[in-house]
Nanobody, 124 residues
């Protein structure tokens, strides 16, 4: 069965950094574009960052541009999200998604598989 396992969430002070990991199994990792979404209480799931199959193309939400970096290591079947200069408004559950089609869409419905999520809390 396909599994996406997020890790690395936690509590961090504003201005701090955190690195999330998503380890994929049960799929041919190089055939899937990957993305990070987040969901805060009372809000819709929001696109954060995406990366194509080879890692040569990335997209970022305006709210995280310049602060977050998505990357992937296809030899390790893992996608990462390096989060710097964290703000309280970054607080959310962060989810890893996989997409078996070309493109990096920002709609959550475009992704085929999801991890269970990892909580990120940024204090003031």
């Amino acid at each position: 069965q396909v599994q996406l396992a997020e890790s690395g969430g936690g509590l961090v002070q504003a201005g701090g950094s955190l690195r999330l990991s998503c380890a994929a199994s049960g799929l041919i990792f190089t055939n899937y574009g990957m993305a990070w979404f987040r969901q805060a209480p009372g809000k819709e799931r929001e696109f954060v960052a995406g990366i194509n199959r080879s890692g040569g193309s990335t997209n970022y939400a305006n709210s995280v541009q310049g602060r977050f970096t998505i990357s992937r290591d296809n030899a390790k079947n893992t996608v990462y999200l390096q989060m710097n200069s964290l703000k309280p408004e970054d607080t959310a559950v962060y989810y890893c998604g996989a997409r078996g089609s070309i493109g990096i869409p920002t709609r959550s419905a475009s992704y085929n598989y999801w991890g269970q999520g990892t909580q990120v809390t940024v204090s003031s």
